[in-house]
């Protein structure tokens, strides 16, 4: 698919329903959106050249390597070739986190939190030349409000040259406010201390922003409910995890009464809707949680997202690492 395709589909799907509230969205930098006409008009795409690199997916490294969110170019430089773009508020709510230094992939950014929307997502702001001195945890900010100068800062494995400047922008969900205990566990990270708190990528999971952004005012909601379903797995909990208390209209049931949970998973791994099982279900597992549906049609997609192991029926890393953060708060 082009992608003057796909984002003609997205906006198709974007205003395929007319909800009765809906949250205002502001394009997340100084670019002026009513310029903007095909999907080249807007992307900074990796060094390989192709504006699909730019894309949320599995468009890095020739489909191996996911990304997160999109890159949106910068419109105007300085006479030293560094962007001028402002980067801004998408929508209104307060500020979650704000990292000044160039410590990791995201370089120095900035999270924010909408809880007045349909749904409480996220929204993260990276590779930040520098942060508005202002912004503060805690406190409140407006759609359309600068909060960075775009930039090119990162501390990943190869450098973000200035002629390839641009905002990392991401919309999703906290998987779990566990995730540090989590963290802290995994024999891995021993020699590599969890410097983001909870707004660590690892516990960050996002969806395709043009999701949101392809509509003036998106239902945030909706819009993560239209993802399509690529498989489901059923926990086991001695307590309600933190994220369906976090995102209750998620899920469906009486959370009170069950210790079993039936979970549906988008293909890049965010838990799209939970449904609280009676625990006397024989098809229940007897361990912590078992992977059990899966869309055929989505298997190899979910293979390169390591959703699914190389085998496509066994759970992949990312799919058993995302669980094992969901339950962190549920043991």
Known sequence: ?????????????????????????????????????????????????KPESALFGMVREEGKRFHEGID?????????????????AAMDGHVAYVNPHVNGPYGKYV????????????TLYAHLAKIEPTLKVGAGIRR???IALMGHTSAGVSAITKDRAHLHFEVGLLLSTGFNNWYATQPENRKSPNQHSLW???????????????????????????????????????KTPDFVKRYPMLSRGDAARTSHWYVEFSWQGMPLRWTALETTDPALP????RLMELDQAQRAQLIQRKMLAPDGRSAGELLQQN??????TAR
């Open 200 to 238: 660590n990528g690892q516990n960050l999971i996002g969806m395709d922003p043009l999701l949101v952004l392809g509509a003036k005012n998106p239902n945030l909601l909706a819009a993560v409910r239209r993802q399509p379903v690529a498989l489901s797995v059923v926990m086991r909990t001695a």
């Open 286 to 289: 007897v361990g912590r949680w």
């Open 144 to 146: 359309g409000t600068p």
């Open 111 to 122: 999270v924010l939190i909408h809880p007045d929307a349909e749904l409480a997502v996220y």
């Open 323 to 328: 669980v094992e953060i969901l339950l962190s």
């Open 72 to 88: 949106i170019k910068p419109v105007a430089l300085n006479p030293a070739g560094e962007p001028l773009d402002l980067v801004l």
């Open 1 to 49: 698919m082009s992608l003057r395709s796909r984002r003609l589909l997205l906006l198709l799907v974007a205003l395929a329903t007319t909800p009765l509230f809906a949250t205002e969205v502001s394009w997340p930098t100084s670019m002026d959106r009513a310029v903007l006409r095909d999907p080249e008009d807007f992307l900074q795409p990796t060094i390989s050249g």
